[in-house]
């Protein structure tokens, strides 16, 4: 079960490019086109992870489906990389402070609880901001999760996390949704580790057991929170994601 994000729109991408050349009397016509052309699959795919798409989010996914590829990287500083059997098993990087919207949700599927989060961030991109203009995409979006004690679910709140771009990072635009807040988050170490496929709470937790057996027995990192990074299309059946161990403060 895949999640609504930017990246489920470029599954779209040469489709919107072809709609996008159109010109003269028609392109009034081919907008709206394009809007209920969009909008309906969109539906669907939403219907999929229980989760009803609000009408209005036809226009934040047209305008994010016309700049699905430009989109900019979060930076970071590569501090180390692990190989195992001649391949790369997890990477060491330090990412600076910075500002991000968040939305925290807690719903009972975490499928849920990160599509809805992202829909209110999508607004947020696209015009429902205090510059009222499309700001850009950053990747990779971040789903913060935390396991219950025993270790073998994902407690139901997920922050969900968008990297505010370059031009942006001094002066935030302001949200027009009292859901989203912008956080200053500290400088982060993490021990990253790639992933292909779907993202439920199966696959994470699986991941993050799969992880703990590679590095082994360590108390450098944190063993109740983790981060999922989202990359690409959902529709991408061994698309790319990332775990990331987050290390204790040195």
Same mark, same amino acid.
């Given at each position: ?15 919107? @490019? ?20 969009? +909008? ?56 600076? @402070?910075? %500002?991000?919207?968040?939305?925290? %949700? ?16 999508? *607004?947020?991109?696209? %015009? ?39 031009? +942006? ?15 200053? *988050? ?8 790639? +992933? ?32 999922? @990074? ?8 061994? *698309? *790319?994601?990332?775990?990331? +161990? ?5």
């Amino acid at each position: 079960m895949a999640r609504i994000t930017l990246e489920d729109l470029e599954g779209l991408g040469e489709e919107a @490019a072809a709609w996008e050349d159109d010109d003269g009397d028609e392109e009034e016509h081919d907008d709206d086109e394009e809007r209920g052309r969009l +909008f309906t699959y969109w539906e669907a795919v939403a219907s999929t992870h229980r989760v009803s798409l609000p009408p209005d989010m036809a226009g934040p996914i047209v305008q994010m489906t016309r700049h699905s590829q430009a989109r900019e990287p979060v930076p970071y500083v590569t501090l180390s990389q692990h190989e195992k059997c001649e391949e790369a098993a997890y990477e060491e990087r330090r990412y600076p @402070a910075g %500002k991000w919207a968040c939305v925290t %949700k807690g719903e009972p599927m975490y499928e849920q609880s990160i599509s809805m989060s992202f829909m209110k961030l999508m *607004r947020y991109i696209c %015009k429902e901001n205090s510059v009222g203009c499309y700001l850009g995409m950053t990747v990779p979006v971040l789903n913060e999760i935390h396991l219950t004690k025993e270790g073998t679910k994902l407690e139901r709140e997920v922050v969900t996390a968008y990297y505010l771009p370059g031009e +942006f990072q001094q002066n935030p635009p302001v949200p027009t949704d009292p859901e989203i807040h912008i956080s200053e *988050r500290a400088s982060l170490r993490v021990i990253t580790r790639v +992933f292909y496929g779907m993202t439920t709470e199966e696959t994470i937790l699986r991941e993050i057991s799969l992880f703990w057996e590679l590095l082994g027995s360590t108390d450098t990192v944190l063993r109740e929170t983790y981060i999922v @990074a989202a990359y690409e299309n959902p529709s991408i059946p061994q *698309r *790319r994601n990332e775990i990331w +161990f987050i290390c204790r403060a040195e």
